[in-house]
């Protein structure tokens, strides 16, 4: 378990970095300034170069230092955005959800009539398929419609919990574009102050400045779109995932004898449900005048 884990958290911070990576130099450019042809330098007829082409590049540091302090949240939103994707892409595989090893010894067991046995193993060996096939051999004694309640109940909570952690790349990508712009109407905000403090001397130095402050929208785009792509995708992962649990429940479930089950207790959840209070005494005295007496 505990290498499982590293080996996951491992991936995530690799593919983190490959994002990262990927996606920073989309916003970094270069500003390059227009080459000064050749002139001649001297009456001998020497030819100097009086200016040649120069150009000033924008590292990935600076880029991010342009977009302000929103930057920092839009970083923390990119790695979520990772970390929820490859957690949600590993939850969604076939074989984990359905183990080939847990369905042949399901399967061997429901043919030997073993339903104890499997529901201990079901229980002992946690997945997707198990949690429902487990649900469905402790309400057999129940009858059929009980059966089928308890097995599509069991899936709606698997639903829910893959869900709940998917849900987090849509608010992810709802959210980035919205702090981008936070920080470009800062930015602005503050490049208008100086033009109004300074007047228009130098309409370039505005244009830099605006194109500064739009570098926080631009990352808050780049990190909302891939966050909606995943939630879409994994939204239909999961779908047909759970599509594949259900078809190989009701599998197993098909032609069951559920009559034969009345009046036993499978499985180790407790059972609540008793006869009310003032109709014990009574089914007792009922029970003792029937007994023939000595």
């Not at 001297?42 to 030819?47: E, R, T, V």
């Not at 880029?63 to 892409?89: C, E, N, P, Q, R």
């Amino acid at each position: 378990m505990i290498a499982k884990t590293l080996r996951k958290i491992t991936l995530c911070f690799a593919l983190a970095g490959v994002a990262t990576v990927a996606a920073l130099p989309v916003l970094s450019f270069a500003q390059e300034a227009p080459a000064a042809g050749e002139t001649a330098a001297g009456a001998d007829g020497d030819a100097a170069k009086k200016s040649g082409p120069k150009t000033e590049e924008t590292t990935l540091l600076d880029k991010y230092k342009m977009g302000g302090w929103v930057m920092h949240f839009l970083l923390l939103a990119s790695f979520l955005t990772v970390w929820f994707g490859i957690d949600g892409f590993l939850k969604t595989t076939k074989k984990r959800a359905i183990p080939p090893a847990q369905v042949a010894q399901i399967r061997e067991l429901f043919k030997q009539g073993d339903y104890v046995g499997a529901y201990n193993y079901a229980k002992l060996n946690p997945s997707p398929l198990s949690d429902v096939v487990r649900a469905g051999i402790s309400f057999l004694p129940d009858g059929k419609n009980m059966t089928e309640e308890a097995m599509f109940n069991e899936i709606n909570r698997l639903q829910g919990a893959l869900m709940g952690r998917v849900s987090y790349l849509s608010v992810v990508g709802g959210c980035s574009p919205m702090i981008g712009l936070v920080g470009t109407v800062l930015g602005m905000m503050s490049a208008f102050g100086t033009l109004g403090e300074s007047g228009v001397g130098d309409p370039s130095k505005l244009s830099a400045a605006i194109g500064h402050v739009l570098v926080a929208t631009a990352s808050g785009l780049f990190v909302a779109i891939p966050a909606f792509i995943l939630y879409y995708v994994l939204r239909n992962r999961i779908s047909v995932i759970l599509h594949h649990v259900q078809t190989e429940a009701a599998a197993l479930f098909r032609k069951m004898q559920y009559e034969a089950f009345e009046g036993y207790q499978l499985g180790d959840e407790e059972i609540y449900a008793a006869l009310p209070n003032w109709v014990a005494p009574q089914e007792t005295a009922a029970i003792e005048s029937e007994q023939p007496s000595a």
